[in-house]
């Protein structure tokens, strides 16, 4: 059977260590919601203070940005383009 890039881990390597990382479209969605509870969370703390309303604002656009971004990795992880061996027929 045929095995797809997309199904195998990741693996930096960090000097005598290394960081595996499995099922990458999830880790990117996961990655994608902490940046996102940061900005609101950010956004809410300048809210507090007059002269930081602007910056609050902005951070709150790059949040309801990266919301949009969500279902795109989603969607990505379901449906994925891969080339398949050729075989000795098309030559």
Known sequence: MYKSRVDNPLT???????????RRYETLSIANDFLIAIWFLLGSIFFLYPSMET?????????????????????????????????????
């Open 12 to 22: 930096v390597h960090l000097g005598h260590e290394e960081l595996v990382i499995r």
């Open 55 to 91: 910056p609050a604002a902005w951070l709150f656009v790059v949040g309801s940005f990266q919301f949009l971004i969500r279902p795109t990795i989603r969607l990505c992880g379901h449906i994925h383009l891969k080339r398949l061996p050729g075989n000795q027929w098309e030559e």
